[in-house]
């Protein structure tokens, strides 16, 4: 990705995460942020639909406030509810409720998901977990992958932040291939969030995104070209023209 024309200023947000399982990227973001991404925001609250979810235990155990959505279609008490929190950045980590219209309008251009397919393709309504994995096998895709993007008002139809590609191999199985793309996506999911959280990567009132990620290169960081080459490929100039080639931007 390039940079942008003009260079926004630095920020730390007050970040929001929704989950609604057991939240296994709900942990790279507390590690994320109470690590390497301190400087860029601070998780002030999770929420979920569900008050059995391990994401909540996850949260109160990092010391972080949690509340239950109770009625995931009520745009107005979600939205007092991440007021009270102080939030200026919202984060869907395996939130499987369609976010309501007033809490995607509040949150213009600052509500984030991932997805674990390569966006437009395997999306939409009832799209989620091992049926998007199904269903690139059952379609002969040789390639998938994990997006983040933006959130509008339609199932994973905003503008895409980054994409990273994940091959699908002889043999896979759905779970298979979940485990490959999920490796990914913990990888590239916090460095999104760090980078729209500081500023780095903005939505433009011309609605396409503009900014810059940074990308771990290097061999301290070989599981990077994971998707591309063997992780023992160690070879960082190389890797650093395989990530121009990913992020054209």
């Given at each position: 990705?390039?940079h ?14 929704l989950?609604?399982g057991g939240?296994s990227?709900?942990q ?17 609250w999770v ?10 235990a996850?949260?109160?155990s990092?010391?972080v406030p ?6 995931p ?11 009270e929190?102080?939030a200026d950045l919202?984060?869907?980590?395996g ?23 390569l ?10 977990g ?12 040789t ?11 339609q199932?994973?139809r ?14 896979d ?19 999104c ?8 990567i903005?939505?433009?009132?011309d609605?396409?995104v503009?900014?810059?990620?940074d ?25 650093a023209?395989d990530?121009?080639?990913v992020?054209?931007?």
């Amino acid at each position: 990705m390039t940079h942008a024309h003009t260079s926004p200023a630095p920020r730390r947000s007050r970040i929001a995460v929704l989950a609604s399982g057991g939240g296994s990227n709900l942990q790279l973001l507390l590690d994320h942020f109470a690590g390497t991404a301190d400087h860029m925001g601070e998780i002030v609250w999770v929420g979920s639909d569900k008050h059995t979810a391990g994401a909540l235990a996850r949260a109160t155990s990092s010391g972080v406030p949690t509340g239950v959505v109770s009625d995931p279609y009520d745009g107005d008490a979600l939205l007092a509810q991440l007021r009270e929190a102080g939030a200026d950045l919202l984060v869907l980590a395996g939130y499987l409720k369609l976010v309501p219209e007033t809490v995607v309008r509040a949150f213009h251009g600052r509500l984030l998901n991932v997805h674990p397919a390569l966006l437009p393709a395997f999306g939409g309504a009832g799209m989620y977990g091992m049926r998007i994995h199904t269903a690139v096998l059952e379609h002969g895709a040789t390639v998938t992958g994990v997006t983040v993007h933006f959130v509008d008002e339609q199932y994973d139809r905003g503008p895409i932040v980054a994409q990273w590609p994940v091959p699908v191999l002889p043999g896979d199985t759905p779970t298979t291939l979940a485990a490959r793309v999920l490796r990914v996506e913990h990888r590239l999911f916090p460095l999104c969030v760090a980078a729209v959280s500081s500023g780095a990567i903005v939505l433009g009132g011309d609605g396409r995104v503009h900014g810059h990620l940074d990308v771990p290169v290097g061999i301290a960081a070989p599981e990077w070209r994971f998707g591309m080459v063997p992780d023992t490929v160690e070879d960082a100039t190389a890797f650093a023209t395989d990530v121009a080639r990913v992020f054209p931007r």
